[in-house]
């Protein structure tokens, strides 16, 4: 069982940065892919990015150049850095854990792929 907690969420206007943090449990940490995404209200889930276990990263269209997502085996953490935020990513994020380490698809974007989630947290982008 992996327990995954967001946190950084809030308020920000247009054109701000917040950086977002998922702590994870778990002693295997490192040989996870962590994942975002995001949900609108009344609207699907999203990817947003990811950060292989072999640290390589995959970013939506819609936020490169705009976020980064990294990760800290040592913390059992993974973070998104936004910058430049729109009000059209307004959502609540969501960090999820992929536990396999065979996967050589290459498209990161499939919520069926990650085993674990987190409860979310809200980011609000006001224009």
């Known amino acids: 069982q992996v327990q995954l907690v967001e946190s950084g969420g809030g308020l920000v206007q247009a054109g701000g940065s917040l950086r977002l943090s998922c702590a994870a449990s778990?002693?295997?940490?490192?040989?996870?892919?962590m994942g975002w995404f995001l949900q609108a209200p009344g609207k699907k889930r999203e990817f947003v990015a990811t950060?292989?276990?072999?640290?390589?990263?995959y970013y939506a269209d819609s936020v490169k150049g705009r976020f980064t997502v990294s990760r800290d085996n040592a913390k059992n953490t993974v973070s998104l850095q936004m910058d430049s935020l729109k009000p059209e990513d307004t959502a609540v994020y969501y960090c999820?854990?992929?536990?396999?380490?065979?996967?050589?698809?290459?498209?990161?974007?499939?919520?069926?792929?990650?085993?674990?989630w987190g409860q979310g947290t809200q980011v609000t982008v006001s224009s």
């Open positions: 999820a854990a992929m536990l396999r380490r065979d996967y050589t698809g290459g498209d990161y974007s499939t919520g069926a792929l990650y085993d674990y």
């Open positions: 778990g002693r295997t940490f490192s040989r996870y892919s």
């Open positions: 950060v292989s276990w072999s640290y390589r990263t």
